[in-house]
């Protein structure tokens, strides 16, 4: 129910344009530079209005993780649907193949 009153919010509400009312980056806040997840909200408004090109300039590295994130949500609920519990199982190697993908995007999209 919160997801949909949010996307809602969203759809009506440019996160472009000054005056919103969205939540804010703590970490740009913090330090003034751009999270991993920075530009996110601005990206899915804009996916959600069909406008690919913007959201690719808003995000790149969470845009080419967005159907990564989808298929696990899709078999998460899958799974709920049918009665069962699952929970991805990531090896160490591959955390830190996540992490080390984040901080590098971190440092080349503050750089450049």
Do not use: K
Not at 1 to 18: C, I, Q, R, S, V
Not at 58 to 82: H, K, V
């Amino acid at each position: 129910m919160a997801g949909t009153a949010g996307a809602g919010y969203l759809w009506f509400t440019d996160p472009h344009e000054p005056g919103h009312v969205l939540p804010q980056c703590p970490f740009r806040l913090v330090t003034g530079l751009l999270c991993p997840a920075c530009g996110g909200t601005r990206m899915v408004y804009d996916l959600m209005h069909g406008q690919f090109a913007a959201a690719w300039l808003d995000n790149r590295a969470l845009l080419l993780a967005a159907p990564f994130a989808l298929a696990l949500w899709g078999r998460w609920t899958l799974e709920g649907l049918r009665g069962r519990s699952w929970a991805p199982r990531l090896s160490p190697r591959t955390q830190v193949l996540i992490l080390l993908s984040a901080v590098a995007w971190t440092v080349l999209r503050n750089i450049f």
